[in-house]
T-cell receptor, first 108, second 113 residues
């Protein structure tokens, strides 16, 4: 299966860095996505990793280690607008299995 | 560019009433289509997906059904709603090939009373 585990909540200060970890079981797994979801809104795509290593996109970076069943999303230079839920999702064929999400609260 | 629409945006229905939620995609052809439900404080649960007209795969047993009468139209239905059907319903699409990033519609918030 693809059980996806991530922390429920994290709090950080504006301008700081936060790392959101995600672990999963790798049976049949072939890719890892990160989505951002603001309260009451639909998820929006942030990043995708299919190979091991770090993918950087502006203030957001995502890392994947397939052998360890581990990924993280790194948010740098936090802004108040980054307060949201961050969803880790594993891909199997064309289906995604989502974790419950990590709610990040950015404080001034 | 591609866009995805869902309606209605919000819905309040009594237990036992029928349901019909609609999702349409513009600007692409032959998309994969998905219905998810998100209960309060929970992750997204995949309900149905479709890789073509008239083709529906169900992920979880439930009193909901889905149909795809046209290439870019996906409908979620129920004959009799349960209290447990309350939630945020999201439609998504992805393109065949590539890494299948899924794009989500704005969602329908359903409250069953």
């Amino acid at each position: 299966g693809q059980n996806i585990d991530q922390p429920t909540e994290m709090t950080a200060t504006e301008g700081a860095i936060v790392q959101i970890n995600c672990t999963y079981q790798t049976s049949g797994f072939n890719g890892l996505f990160w989505y951002q979801q603001h309260a009451g809104e639909a998820p929006t795509f942030l990043s995708y990793n299919v190979l091991d290593g770090l993918e950087e996109k502006g203030r957001f970076s995502s890392f994947l280690s397939r052998s360890k069943g581990y990924s993280y999303l790194l948010l740098k230079e936090l802004q108040m607008k980054d307060s949201a839920s961050y969803l880790c999702a594993g891909r199997r064929d064309y289906k995604l299995s989502f974790g419950a999400g990590t709610t990040v609260t950015v404080r001034a | 560019s591609q866009t995805i629409h869902q309606w209605p945006a919000t819905l309040v229905q009594p237990v036992g009433s029928p349901l019909s939620l609609e999702c349409t995609v513009e600007g692409t052809s032959n998309p994969n289509l998905y219905w998810y439900r998100q209960a309060a404080g929970r992750g997204l649960q995949l309900l149905f997906y479709s890789v073509g007209i008239g083709q529906i795969s169900s992920e979880v047993p439930q009193n909901l059904s889905a149909s795809r009468p046209q290439d870019r139209q996906f409908i979620l239905s129920s004959k009799k709603l349960l209290l447990s059907d309350s939630g945020f319903y999201l439609c998504a699409w992805s393109q065949l090939g590539g890494y299948n990033e899924q794009f989500f519609g704005p969602g329908t918030r359903l409250t069953v009373l």
